[in-house]
């Protein structure tokens, strides 16, 4: 009776009894670790850690942001001023996503220096490199949603430079924009990107590149 009343009775009791979950845990969880493996190897989970944080936080702040640009700011402020702990989330959140793009170029880094983009994991490293332009967009796009004169003029820079490119640059400028200016478009275009399309995308690619690093170990020492 008392393990049908706590989850981790219930877990390891009645569950347990009928799908093995201690044993599928261990036999997962328990695995020898290299020697070689040091501090820069967790730089990978702290990075999936990041994320998850990022996608906890990024849920409550969408109860309370509106996307449009007369209520984008006002929606921030009072977030910050009026929301219980919002100030905090919203903090945890914008320096959850600096560090997410610090440990994804600190893992990039290491796996570069340690040889780890060769066969057979150069699959993988091309998953990190699409990961690591997802992480780049996630920031891009978020960046925009305050609607303060920071996040305006920095979008307006940003999606300028696409323009430079020959032939299709301008054309490119106004796709990303959605239309010739940074306007209440802009603003609907990145927050659908950011909340809508991004996430299960790049969920789909931590998927695969987990997979391939469960199938194929961790590399090799220096």
């Given amino acids: 009776m008392l393990n049908l009343l706590t989850l981790t009775g219930f877990v390891y009791g009645p569950l347990d009894e009928r799908l093995s979950i201690k044993e599928a845990l261990e036999k997962n969880l328990k695995k020898p670790v290299p020697h070689h493996v040091n501090f820069s190897f967790c730089l990978g989970g702290m990075t999936f850690f990041l994320f998850l944080v990022q996608a906890f936080t990024g849920v409550l702040l969408l109860m309370y942001y509106r996307a449009t640009t007369a209520e984008a700011y006002k929606s921030v402020v009072h977030i910050t001023n009026n929301v219980p702990f919002g100030w905090l989330f919203r903090d945890i959140h914008h320096w959850a996503s600096n560090l ?54 920095a979008t307006t820079v940003g999606t300028e430079v696409p323009s430079a490119m020959p032939i299709f640059g301008n054309l490119l400028k106004i796709l990303i924009r959605g239309g010739a200016d940074v306007t209440q478009v802009t603003l609907t275009r990145f927050f659908a990107i950011h909340v809508a399309i991004l996430p299960p995308v790049i969920s789909a690619v931590l998927g695969m590149h987990f997979i391939m690093i469960r199938k194929q170990g961790i590399s090799g020492p220096l």
């Avoid at 699959?123 to 690591?132: A, C, E, H, I, S």
């Fill in 100 to 153: 997410m793009i610090v440990t994804v170029f600190l893992h990039m880094l290491r796996v570069f220096f340690y040889g780890a983009y060769k066969p057979p994991r150069d699959f993988n490293w091309v998953t990190g490199v699409v990961l690591l332009t997802l992480t780049l967009t996630f920031g891009f796009t978020g960046y925009l949603l305050p609607w303060n004169q920071v996040s305006y003029w």
